[in-house]
């Protein structure tokens, strides 16, 4: 288990990037619980951190791609224009289970 540092930085209906074990993953908290995702978008790496979150799903300031957090599953892909334009779409990311000991974030990758 990696240790990402203190839960209050992550307040409930927020998410932070962490970088770990050379990986950028993200942590939100949701309603007080802590999930763990991949932190670069599977469409063209746009950066999840700073991506808006709505619930459990949070948007890709790239091209709008929405994931949720607590699946890693693509919940709302590219446009068909930025498909053709791009010839890619969005796939699922991987999470992580994060666990919270003595008020440290504690993630396993
Ligand atoms: S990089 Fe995220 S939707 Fe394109």
């Known amino acids: 288990m ?3 540092g203190p839960s209050s930085e992550v307040s409930p209906g927020s998410l932070r990037g962490f970088t770990v074990g050379g990986k950028k ?12 995702m991949d932190a670069v978008c599977s469409h063209m790496q746009g950066d999840l951190t700073r ?5 459990n799903v949070v948007t890709c300031p790239r091209h709008g ?8 599953k693509v919940v709302g892909n590219v446009s068909f ?5 791009t010839g890619k779409v969005a796939t ?4 992580y289970r994060v666990t919270v000991q003595d008020g440290s974030l ?4």
Do not use: M, P, Q
């Open 2 to 4: 990696e240790k990402l």
């Open 25 to 36: 993953i993200l942590v939100a908290n949701i309603g007080g619980a802590f999930h763990a």
């Open 51 to 55: 991506g808006r979150l709505e619930g």
């Open 65 to 72: 791609s929405r994931f949720d957090v607590t699946t890693g």
């Open 81 to 85: 224009l930025v498909k053709t334009a």
């Open 92 to 95: 699922d990311l991987k999470t």
């Open 106 to 109: 504690f993630v396993d990758l």
